[in-house]
């Protein structure tokens, strides 16, 4: 179908009070590229081909290739199931990448895969969908932080990153994007732990909301209309899913402060609060020279209540190597005793015959997770994940970090501090989520690795060096060669040139 097919016909329509989400639309519906920084264009480009090594890895696994037998092949006729295929595959593992706020990519570059490959769409275009799908949702997401939902199991990013992804490519009219965009909102999924812990229904969550998101635009094309103020309304979006409502993140800074470069990237799977203890563990693997497991008298890893609390989440549902893959990812014991064996953590070490070998749980029951009280305070004060939404919260903040503190910490708003105002831009944005992996030989030995932002996080280091990395993601996960060569040139690429080298990026 066109873009002039999809027009809104001719009619009354009546589109309620103007809310946060009817500015963000007007934004969005009328952004360009070469209104956005470069370096934040480089950045989309790198998650692209981050995502696209997500996706290859996804769909070489088992359930993968049964997601595959139930919705069909990536890049079908279906344009709106090749969305929901690249979706759910992309956010197996937790290898899709973080911002501030949300796990965007299984949406916001999915979904533009998919419109991009249909519609023939040029590289600039592309680009442009991401940019403008990242910057609304993770908008959505950031004022929903204080709440019940982060990460993976906040599924309303999805909503919203399916929405613009697909309008953006579409180039619809200001007032589909409104109308798409509030009805999608109105029904937000709600995780069930239970499921996305243990389950393989985790890897329905993501095309779910991206169904509701493809039927909430073809909706809107034809005319339906939405609640122009459903996120911020009482009976709406935030009164459900934030504890601390921030309406205000929605709009702060569109057009200057942008969320794509706060970016980090996923190098190896697993829930992001385990990110340093991995690397620290690959880096202790080239230095300790030779020894085995019983060797081991004790691995104390010490981290932030973010790595506790996912830890704490996963820990009903641990059984050795029968662990289903939803809890081994937010655990900490079993990826730290892979890497420090290994030197890496891959996807294949959550399957047999990997999972299987006993050295590894011999070593894993050996870890013992601590609280380190000054890296939470290193977390809270950093800026990606809650650090801004504090900001933004100010003292209205203050009951919120109490309970997410629980007993771990007896006063959790005297250990944050004042944060000082909101960003003004995310230029210097960082995502510390710090880390200390020592090792405790029966001989007295010790080995010690603390890293505060791991690599791929968002901070001096990656901002320099994000294309390298992304690059070795993709090629680590099978992607051809001349595909990655090609990526520098993305926003150069003319229709006729994007839709093959994206089937090539993903053919096995």
Known sequence: MTTEDRRIPAGPTD?????????????ASTMRLETVPQRVVEFAASQILSQLAAIRIGLRQKEGRRLVGALGAPFQRDTAQSARILAGVGAWLNLDDTAYAGHLAPSTVAVPLAFAHALRLSGHDLLRS????????????????????????????????????RLAGENAPREQWRNALSLALSAPPWTLMRGFVTSDARLLHVPAAVRMAMDACDAAAAGLTGAGD????????????????????VTAGLGHRWHTETLSFKLHPGGPGIDAAIDCAAELHSTMGDWTPDDVREIVVEGSLYTVFAARKAQPYLDGPRTPIGAMVLTTPYPVATALLTGRLAIEDFYPPALDRSERW???????LVHNESMTKTLMTGDAPVGEAIRQAGRRSAQWLRDFGGGDVADMPALVGELGPPLEDFTQAVKPTPARVEVHMHDGRRFSRELSIPHGGIGPDLRGRHRALV???FLAAGG????????????????????????KALAD
């Open 15 to 27: 589109p309620g009070p103007r809310g946060v989400l009817e500015e963000l639309a007007d934004w």
């Open 130 to 165: 991401v940019i403008v799908a990242n910057e609304c949702a993770s908008r959505i997401t950031a004022s929903a932080t204080l709440g019940p939902f982060r990460g993976q199991t906040a599924l309303h990013t999805h909503l919203v990153g399916a929405v613009a992804g």
């Open 230 to 249: 459903i996120v911020e309304h009482p009976d709406g979006f935030l009164a459900k899913f934030a504890t601390v409502p921030l309406p205000e993140a």
């Open 362 to 368: 011999t070593l894993a029951s050996k870890v013992r």
């Open 471 to 473: 690059t070795n993601k």
């Open 480 to 503: 051809p060669q001349d595909v990655a060569e090609r990526w520098s040139s993305l926003e150069r690429l003319r229709p006729e040139d994007l839709a093959p080298l994206l089937e």
